[in-house]
């Protein structure tokens, strides 16, 4: 497994989590970290990316404000922060690692991927 994401659960709306993403050192290149979410009968959906240096970040309008990208280079990880969480936010959690040296909000533009981890947020 080359990256493991972790952290996923249970949590009331208005609530917090904290995503983390363990990269093998292979794939954590000199590009992109990227978080996706894929809700129950619908598409992957982009919420989050991260350069290399962490000095350059994008957000989906929908989680800008309340989620925080951030990565440990010297760990191979990368995290998501969820504050004010509501029950649309509830979706598997996959984080991604990109090839791209510029910011990609598709999945298509990502090579590696991890298993997933779980939110339910409830009302």
């Known amino acids: 497994v080359q990256l493991q994401a972790s952290g996923g659960g249970l949590v009331q709306a208005g609530g917090s989590l904290r995503l983390s993403c363990a990269a093998s050192a292979r794939t954590f290149r000199r590009y992109f970290m990227g978080w996706f979410r894929q809700a129950q009968g619908k598409e992957r959906e982009f919420v989050a990316t991260?350069?290399?240096?962490?000095?350059?970040?994008t957000y989906a309008d929908s989680v800008k404000g309340r989620f925080t990208i951030s990565r440990d280079n010297a760990e191979n990880a990368v995290y998501l922060q969820m504050n004010s969480l509501k029950p649309e936010d509830t979706a598997v959690y996959y984080c991604?690692?990109?090839?791209?040296?510029?910011?990609?909000?598709?999945?298509?533009?990502?090579?590696?991927w991890g298993q997933g981890t779980e939110v339910t947020v409830s009302s």
């Open positions: 991604a690692s990109s090839s791209s040296p510029i910011a990609t909000m598709t999945p298509l533009g990502y090579n590696y």
């Open positions: 991260i350069s290399w240096s962490g000095g350059s970040t």
